[in-house]
């Protein structure tokens, strides 16, 4: 594709975005936790910028960032994304890989999805036994891209949230071993607390490069960030 790439920069993601300032007023039956959550989403940069640029989501910023830096998609690839919905990730694949006319995306997630063009979605809890199969079965073959955006319902414990989402993220990644292509790429979300360190360890055995990475689009106040695993080196 001649598509230009976009990326965020330090103000925010693209051209003509702008300094926000709305201040949301607590309504009577509106939490202060609400309020505040509100108020951050209408003075949020990448936001205001995913509905101007026509994304579902501001999280579709994190994954033009870090393809971007670190060239994931290429024109043709075949991509699985896991924890799809409500799609940004996967508007940006589809994008990127030139799809449905060149490469291959499914998509899946335990909530519903609207469609997106070139995007073949699967409704589906990834914990499934046949979760699995289902999945090498719509892609039809070995991917070049394992994406993850799953997180676990947030429980408010730091502990707990970190180990609920590490479990995801290693669950994806024994998805990607048995399903990338040699030279492929893994990338998925985790929360920082600990035992990451270790999950990189044994990614390092398995792949070129591992690091982690947090795009700008991902809040700084947040412990989320990624972990990127590129250069699959097979069996």
Same mark, same amino acid.
């Given at each position: 594709?001649?598509?230009?790439?976009?990326? *965020?920069?330090?103000?925010?993601?693209?051209? +003509?975005?702008?300094?926000?300032?709305?201040?949301?007023?607590?309504?009577?039956? =509106?939490?202060?936790?609400?309020? =505040?959550?509100?108020?951050?989403?209408?003075?949020?940069?990448?936001?205001?910028?995913?509905? =101007?640029?026509?994304?579902?989501? !501001?999280?579709?910023?994190?994954?033009?960032e870090i393809d971007d830096a670190h060239q994931l998609f290429k024109p043709g690839a075949r991509v699985v994304d896991l924890g799809a919905t409500p +799609?940004?990730?996967?508007? /940006?694949?589809?994008? !990127?890989?030139?799809?449905?006319?060149?490469?291959?995306?499914?998509?899946?997630?335990?909530?519903?999805?609207?469609?997106?063009?070139?995007?073949?979605?699967?409704?589906?809890?990834?914990?499934?036994?046949?979760?699995?199969?289902?999945?090498?079965?719509?892609?039809?073959? &070995? /991917?070049?891209?394992?994406?993850?955006?799953?997180?676990?319902?947030? &429980?408010?414990?730091? !502990? &707990?949230?970190?180990?609920?989402?590490?479990?995801?993220?290693?669950?994806?990644?024994?998805?990607?071993?048995?399903?990338?292509?040699? +030279? *492929?790429?893994?990338?998925?979300? /985790?929360?920082?607390?600990?035992?990451?360190?270790?999950?990189?360890?044994?990614?390092?055995? =398995?792949f070129e490069v591992v690091k982690h990475v947090k795009p700008k689009a991902s809040r700084a106040d947040s412990a989320e960030t990624y972990v990127l695993a590129k250069g699959f080196r097979g069996d």
């Amino acid at each position: 594709m001649n598509k230009k790439r976009q990326s *965020g920069g330090e103000d925010g993601p693209g051209r +003509g975005a702008r300094d926000l300032s709305v201040r949301v007023k607590t309504a009577k039956y =509106r939490k202060i936790s609400s309020t =505040r959550w509100l108020q951050r989403q209408l003075n949020d940069p990448y936001v205001v910028a995913a509905k =101007r640029d026509g994304y579902r989501s !501001r999280a579709a910023y994190k994954i033009i960032e870090i393809d971007d830096a670190h060239q994931l998609f290429k024109p043709g690839a075949r991509v699985v994304d896991l924890g799809a919905t409500p +799609g940004g990730w996967s508007q /940006v694949a589809a994008q !990127r890989i030139g799809a449905p006319a060149n490469g291959k995306i499914v998509s899946i997630d335990i909530n519903e999805m609207e469609s997106i063009a070139g995007v073949d979605f699967i409704q589906l809890d990834f914990l499934d036994d046949n979760a699995p199969d289902i999945i090498k079965h719509a892609i039809g073959g &070995t /991917v070049d891209v394992v994406l993850s955006d799953m997180a676990a319902p947030a &429980t408010g414990h730091k !502990r &707990t949230d970190h180990i609920k989402i590490m479990a995801l993220c290693e669950i994806a990644l024994e998805l990607a071993y048995e399903m990338l292509t040699p +030279g *492929g790429h893994f990338c998925a979300k /985790v929360l920082q607390g600990g035992t990451e360190k270790q999950l990189l360890t044994k990614m390092k055995q =398995r792949f070129e490069v591992v690091k982690h990475v947090k795009p700008k689009a991902s809040r700084a106040d947040s412990a989320e960030t990624y972990v990127l695993a590129k250069g699959f080196r097979g069996d």
